[in-house]
């Protein structure tokens, strides 16, 4: 009975940790893979990104102090990094393209506007056709986009 008992746990014990150190392996990857990012755009201070926030495949990260942006977009289909300088951008603002008369969003971008040329940078930041889960992931992206809006505004 105590062997019995023995090897349940252990073997339940072995199906706990398996997903914990897999979770744990991906988590250290991807936080490796965004200081490389930030290392790429800024070599000798990645640190001062203060802000970086993560949902959906997308990290966003901003240096408030130096006025800096980066949008990461780690997407399976394309994965991409965007950076952005915030001392030659004069405003942003979310563009969203719906599909026809419908209110379903089938694409949201970044429009940053240049200082001096007044020419239109714009970043894609959610798109349908690359989304797994569709319109849940739509309404999300939107909140988390339009919170950053703010906070890169409130940077400009």
Not at 46 to 53: A, G, S, V
Not at 107 to 128: A, G, L
Request: hydrophobic residues 35%.
């Amino acid at each position: 009975m105590d062997t019995t008992v023995t090897i349940m746990g252990i073997v339940i014990a072995i199906i706990v940790a398996i997903p914990i150190y897999f979770s744990a392996r991906s988590s250290a990857a991807n936080k490796s893979r965004i200081l490389n990012i930030k290392k790429k755009f800024n070599p000798n201070n990645p640190q001062e990104f203060d802000l970086t926030e993560t949902q959906s495949n997308k990290t966003l990260t901003i240096d408030q102090k130096n006025r800096k942006f980066i949008l990461m977009n780690f997407n399976p289909n394309q994965q991409e990094s965007t950076y952005v300088d915030l001392k030659i951008v004069s405003s942003c603002k979310l563009v969203l393209t719906t599909e026809g008369a419908s209110d379903t969003i089938i694409k949201i971008d970044y429009e940053f506007q240049d200082r001096e040329t007044s020419k239109k940078i714009t970043i894609p930041f959610y798109d349908f056709d690359d989304d797994r889960i569709k319109q849940i992931s739509a309404y999300q992206d939107h909140m988390f986009a339009k919170k950053w809006l703010k906070i890169i505004q409130d940077s400009i």
